[in-house]
């Protein structure tokens, strides 16, 4: 859906880690312009489709949108009116701006037929709740909005909350945390790290060679780095990296990192496809937090959020999945997946249907939380 904007909710870095929430973009204030401008001049009706095989997708061919010839501008003699400026923000930013609009009637339409409404009360809660988590008034929250991120209040509560709402609501899940999760992420975002230095290579071959030559001197670490890292950044830092911590999102990472003293090498860890990681161990740090008492009201509401998240992405891929869509922008025709029974949004657990589930973050912007 376009490059998602930096979310203004992020925490701490020290819990960032594994913590998302799903928003629809926001973008510059020319996407807004544009966004405006679809919902002004884009009124296609449907056409005639056919399948074009070879590509794998369905092509639409639809009605263009009547003419708009109202001015906009005049430069000497020559009028740009407003159908021309809206030709230019489709072509532009069409596709971006129409796919939010897109999913935000999807979910508009899920929630008619399930019963579920948000109220403007709500909506106005949960900016409040989010602004005093950064101690702000939602005054100051919205200028805040308006000024980094081009998005009045208006936009912000229609395009970001209410969808985030309304995909819990349909989602209807209540969370269950274990004591041993609570715990995990306890250690995860608050317990001491391994301090590492790592070589990655994206060939076994090859860095079997480099390690061989590792465990020979293993003082010319940074070097080695230097020479056959492919990982720019921590590359030209002679392979330093942050802190690894422990259960974090990379388990062949850290389980290798945590059995490493200060001063060893580890053998070839294949961290991804065709990735491999040569670490090297400088010893680990003290922990930020030792009693987990002082922090465990902030874990569970960060795992409660996970939960719900990964809730809300499974609901709305099925209903990417089930609602078919015509954007004549793009050309092409997705979802309307045939449904064998009802659609149950029970603890975010869809109802049986045909076909695949899609990616949850498909047509989605997930940042971090």
Not at 165 to 192: C, H
Request: hydrophobic fraction near 35%.
């Amino acid at each position: 859906m376009g490059d998602p904007f930096p979310n203004p909710h992020a925490t701490k870095a020290k819990t960032n880690s594994n913590r998302k929430i799903i928003f629809f973009a926001a973008g510059t204030g020319l996407v807004l312009l544009a966004g405006v401008l679809l919902f002004q001049t884009f009124n296609a009706k449907t056409g005639a489709a056919g399948e074009d095989k070879s590509a794998g997708t369905v092509r639409i061919s639809g009605n263009q949108p009547s003419a708009r010839t109202q001015p906009v501008a005049k430069v000497g003699s020559v009028v740009i009116s407003e159908d021309e400026l809206a030709r230019e923000c489709i072509a532009l930013y069409g596709p971006e701006v129409l796919e939010n609009v897109i999913n935000r009637a999807i979910i508009e339409q899920a929630c008619q037929k399930a019963g579920v409404n948000v109220e403007q009360a709500e909506v106005h809660a949960e900016v409040e709740k989010i602004a005093k988590r950064f101690n702000l008034d939602t005054k100051t929250w919205y200028e805040m909005l308006q000024a980094e991120r081009k998005m009045n209040p208006n936009q912000y509560r229609r395009n970001v909350i209410w969808p985030m709402l309304a995909l819990r609501k349909l989602a209807g899940q209540r969370t269950k945390l274990s004591q041993d999760q609570v715990q995990k992420a306890f250690v995860r975002d608050y317990g001491p790290r391994v301090k590492a230095r790592m070589i990655m290579m994206d060939n076994l071959s090859r860095a079997q060679k480099v390690w061989d030559e590792v465990k020979k001197n293993p003082g010319d670490f940074e070097r080695f780095a230097r020479d056959y890292s492919i990982e720019p950044n921590s590359r030209a830092l002679g392979g330093a990296i942050q802190p690894i911590p422990q259960f974090s999102e990379n388990e062949s990472l850290w389980k290798a990192a945590f059995k490493l003293k200060e001063g060893e090498v580890s053998g070839i860890v294949q961290i991804g496809l065709s990735r491999y990681a040569i670490l090297l161990c400088e010893g680990r740090t003290e922990p930020i937090v030792n009693s987990i008492k002082e922090v465990e009201n902030q874990l569970v509401d960060q795992l409660t959020e996970e939960q719900t998240q990964e809730a809300v992405a499974r609901v709305f891929a099925k209903l990417k999945e089930q609602t078919r869509v015509d954007n004549y922008i793009t050309g092409t025709t997705t979802g309307g997946v045939s449904q064998t029974s009802g659609t149950s949004f029970s603890n975010g657990q869809p109802g049986q249907s045909g076909g695949a589930i899609p990616s949850p973050t498909q047509g989605l912007n997930g940042s971090p939380r």
